[in-house]
């Protein structure tokens, strides 16, 4: 469903046009059980599946949950995060994107980055070049950024560990079960204050586990 934009400035109305794609689309909203805070390396070396057992349900074991960018608590450096999400194939997905905050940095202006996605299996459903977030499919790379201001429009300061975005994607129906790594390849944060810079460009990557 390449193609398909919504203009998401970050005012309240727009906010509710994501909510009502994310509503549409029937999107699963990511659990938030007790295993959520679990730890979790979510890096992989390919994008391809991970070794699959089986659970104690008969479905495939995607492993434990991982532990989600609100439970991560202090880092070091300005760090874009992924929370991992799961769906079945043929449905949407939301992967929420955070900022993680060192406290030297009191919130951010300007966030870009570059991730990695098998395009195979997933398409980016909410592309955009307007308002204050920028987002771009083109293969197996996904151009992310969220603005400090855009077209006269004023966007918010963003403060350590709130939501920034949601990334929509739609899982091709043929995709077999299986945990899909999802990589940043380049991040940048600025802080709110150009004066008092955020310390570091870190990443956090995630995964789209398929049921």
Do not use: H, K
């Amino acid at each position: 469903m390449r193609g398909l934009c919504l203009s998401l400035c970050c005012l309240a109305g727009c906010y509710q046009d994501l909510e009502l794609l994310v509503e549409d689309a029937g999107i699963t909203e990511p659990d938030s059980g007790a295993d959520a805070g679990r730890g979790f390396d979510a890096g992989s070396d390919d994008l391809g599946t991970r070794d699959l057992g089986t659970s104690d349900l008969g479905g495939p074991d995607l492993g434990p949950s991982p532990l989600r960018c609100s439970d991560r608590g202090e880092v070091d450096e300005a760090t874009l995060c992924l929370d991992e999400v799961e769906g079945e194939a043929g449905s949407a997905v939301a992967l929420p994107v955070f900022a993680l905050l060192p406290s030297s940095c009191e919130g951010t202006g300007v966030q870009s980055g570059t991730l990695e996605i098998d395009d195979e299996r997933f398409t980016l459903l909410n592309e955009t070049a307007l308002g204050c977030f920028s987002r771009a499919q083109d293969g197996d790379l996904v151009i992310w950024t969220a603005r400090t201001s855009a077209q006269d429009i004023e966007c918010p300061t963003f403060l350590a560990g709130m939501l920034r975005d949601q990334l929509i994607f739609q899982i091709e129906p043929s995709t077999p079960p299986g945990r899909y790594p999802i990589r940043w390849l380049s991040t940048f944060v600025q802080g709110a204050d150009v004066s008092v810079p955020c310390p570091g460009s870190g990443s956090i990557d995630a995964a789209i586990r398929v049921r």
